[in-house]
């Protein structure tokens, strides 16, 4: 895995404004889509101070240097680079969780992001909540801007706000995906549609995950949904893996929840499956 | 030069935490500065191509013809102009007036900031923004305010006089803020958070607020904001 090929990759920033709507689950589902396609990933935790992804991944054990120790010259690139223990393409720089945001400045992470991008396919930067300081470093060095935000009327206000700073930051419109989705609460009204939150944000739209109880405990357990082939929302991620790669994937159906596809099936004759 | 108080005669190249800043001196005549740009350009041809940079009048007066000129020399060299900024305070206003970002670095969070002038009623002219204006943002305009795009919930639209909206309101709009109950605030759609034109105050409903799925024209009436559907007669049939 040491080739020395230069790659032109693409730096991904995902972001949200709104705090706790998935960015952190989202960074680390897509990524391990990418990398079980064979791309090089390189996941960049940019929440320092409150660092995470490494959690979601089930890494924390293996962290010996971070983003901070990188940029203030402590140690290499590569001793900071933590290999996934499931994918051998996945990777993962980890947030200091003993500095603040202001450890690192925007230029800084525009250098670490031209460093990676000539060793990795796809750079992914998971972006902490907010619009100040930690905002504006972890979209410093991206090409492009994924916004999370969940069909709720506070995180769409949020993900609007996000939208106008990357508008003004003069990077190319961010795509939308829409987390935690309910159909049956979409289905009685109780809950903002995809259509709603597109109809204010007015971006293209790139993933739509529904909600899906089996996330937490994946999250709490460090094993990304994206690789288990069961999972509507692993299905999801996958993808919005595949859209990055430039595929034709149609959205899927959410008007049919879980149950009812089950209890149609069972009905139907085929067997009780989980 | 020596003159009784000096006088800036050459065009600096400042870098800044904003990024690069071309610095335009106040006392020589554009055709100098003009040939001052062209070699520092040429000088430094790989360090500014590609480059963004703010035009710094500094205390240099403005003039649209100069700026034009001189976009015309940077855009020839590849480099663009991100913002005209000025340090006297008519100066800026005036670079505003023109539609020109005076600053970089924070999103145009007011795109247009006027005082308001106090005796200068409104007249004819308006300001003219095509844009939406996303959460955050907010516009003031000294006179009729036009926006071409939508107004989104957590964004301030204020006008001396009337506002049009080409698009959907969701957001907050005050149309007559000098006291004109006269003035009115057209929209493609209008389900605001908040109208108000002079000293009055409309909110959306709090729950069920049924909105208009048609143009709408909101105006004064026996001292209350009221919102009507703009009818468009059917002529055939």
């Given at each position: 895995?040491?080739?020395?090929?230069?790659?032109n990759g693409r730096v991904i920033t995902i972001t949200s404004g709104k705090g706790g709507v998935g960015k952190t689950t989202t960074t680390a589902n897509v990524g391990a889509a990418l990398a079980a396609r064979g791309k090089s990933v390189v996941l960049v935790d940019a929440d320092i101070g409150l660092r995470n992804l490494d959690i979601v991944l089930g890494l924390e054990n293996r962290i010996v240097y971070d983003i901070v120790d990188v940029v203030e010259g402590r140690c290499r690139l590569r001793q900071a680079l933590i290999r996934d223990k499931r994918l051998s393409t996945l990777h993962l720089i980890p947030a200091a969780q003993t500095r603040d945001k202001e450890a690192v400045s925007p230029e800084q992470?525009?250098?670490?992001?031209?460093?990676?991008?000539?060793?990795?396919?796809?750079?992914?930067?998971?972006?902490?909540?907010?619009i100040e300081r930690g905002f504006r470093n972890a979209i410093a060095g991206a090409d492009e801007v994924l916004v999370v935000t969940n069909p709720e009327v506070s995180a769409v206000r949020d993900a609007d706000r996000i939208v106008g700073l990357v508008e003004a930051a003069e990077l190319p419109p961010p795509r939308l995906i829409v987390n935690r989705i309910d159909p049956e609460l979409v289905r009685r009204g109780d809950m903002l549609s995809v259509e709603d939150v597109l109809e204010i944000l007015a971006i293209p739209l790139i993933g739509v995950v529904p909600a899906d109880e089996t996330i937490v405990t994946a999250t709490n357990r460090g094993e990304p949904v994206a690789l288990d082939p069961q999972s509507r929302a692993g299905q999801a991620f996958r993808d919005i893996a595949?859209?990055?790669?430039?595929?034709?994937?149609?959205?899927?159906?959410?008007?049919?929840?879980?149950?009812?596809?089950?209890?149609?099936?069972?009905?139907?004759?085929?067997?009780?499956r989980a | 030069m020596v003159d009784g108080e000096r006088l800036e005669t050459t065009v600096r190249v400042r870098g800044t935490?904003?990024?690069?800043?071309?610095?335009?001196p106040r006392g020589v005549p554009f055709s100098s500065v003009l040939a001052q740009v062209r070699e520092v350009l040429e000088s430094k041809a790989a360090f500014f191509r590609g480059a963004a940079l703010v035009l710094d009048y500094a205390e240099r007066e403005p003039s649209l013809d100069e700026i034009a000129a001189l976009q015309h020399l940077l855009d020839s060299r590849g480099v663009r102009i991100q913002a005209v900024s000025a340090e006297v305070p008519e100066h800026r206003e005036r670079l505003v007036r023109w539609g020109l970002r005076t600053e970089v670095g924070e999103p145009p969070r007011r795109l247009r900031l006027v005082e308001p002038s106090g005796e200068e009623g409104v007249d004819g002219s308006a300001t003219y923004v095509r844009r939406t204006l996303r959460s955050g943002m907010s516009?003031?305009?000294?006179?009729?305010?036009?926006?071409?795009?939508?107004?989104?919930?957590?964004?301030?639209?204020?006008?001396?006089?009337?506002?049009l909206v080409w698009g959907v309101v969701r957001g907050t709009v005050h149309a007559g803020r000098g006291g004109?109950?006269?003035?009115?605030?057209a929209a493609l759609r209008l389900a605001p958070m908040q109208l108000r034109i002079?000293?009055?105050?409309?909110?959306?409903?709090?729950?069920?607020?049924?909105?208009l799925d048609a143009p709408a024209l909101a105006r004064v009436v026996d001292g209350q904001i009221v919102i009507e559907p703009w009818r468009i007669e059917r002529r055939s049939s």
């Open positions: 895995m040491e080739e020395q090929q230069e790659r992470m525009q250098e670490l992001c031209r460093e990676l991008r000539q060793q990795f396919d796809f750079v992914l930067i998971d972006s902490p909540a907010g595949a859209r990055l790669l430039g595929e034709e994937v149609p959205f899927q159906p959410l008007e049919m929840p879980d149950g009812v596809w089950r209890r149609m099936l069972r009905a139907l004759g085929f067997g009780g | 935490q904003d990024g690069v800043r071309l610095v335009l516009v003031e305009a000294p006179g009729h305010l036009i926006v071409i795009g939508d107004v989104n919930p957590g964004a301030l639209v204020v006008a001396g006089g009337d506002v004109d109950t006269g003035a009115v605030i002079a000293q009055l105050v409309a909110r959306s409903p709090d729950r069920g607020g049924q909105l």
